[in-house]
Nanobody, 122 residues
Framework: VQLQASGGGLVQAGGSLRLSCAAT????????MGWFRQAPGEEREFVAA????????SYTDSAKGRFTISRDNAKNTVYLQMNSLKPEDTAAYYC????????????????WGQGTLVTVSS
């Protein structure tokens, strides 16, 4: 499966962005999907994940209550709605796919999209 992330940009603190990740190739609904981010000089970290059906979601603590992951299997797309953005959310955001259940570990994912850069100004 090939993944294409989009929707990043520059936003002021307190603002919102919606990231999208479009998948092509094998059956999208066969994959659990995750969003990760990586700031300069930092390791890639888990942000959110969603199960194949969309019935199960998982968030890192800093994203809970601010970010929402969702998916549309008919459109082969997973989304990350980010509200109340903070400067510490600044990073390149990556979507990823894995067969099986939701995982919070980058090593558990088989396919990765290119990053989309999110910059939050104070």
């Amino acid at each position: 499966v090939q993944l294409q992330a989009s929707g990043g940009g520059l936003v002021q603190a307190g603002g919102s962005l919606r990231l999208s990740c479009a998948a092509t190739g094998r059956t999208f609904s066969s994959y659990a999907m995750g969003w990760f981010r990586q700031a300069p000089g930092e390791e890639r970290e888990f942000v959110a994940a969603i199960s194949r059906s969309g019935s199960i979601t998982s968030y890192t603590d800093s994203a809970k209550g601010r970010f929402t992951i969702s998916r549309d299997n008919a459109k082969n797309t997973v989304y990350l709605q980010m509200n109340s953005l903070k400067p510490e959310d600044t990073a390149a955001y990556y979507c990823a796919a894995r067969g099986g259940v939701v995982s919070r570990t980058p090593a558990g994912y088989d396919y990765w999209g290119q990053g989309t850069l999110v910059t939050v100004s104070s």
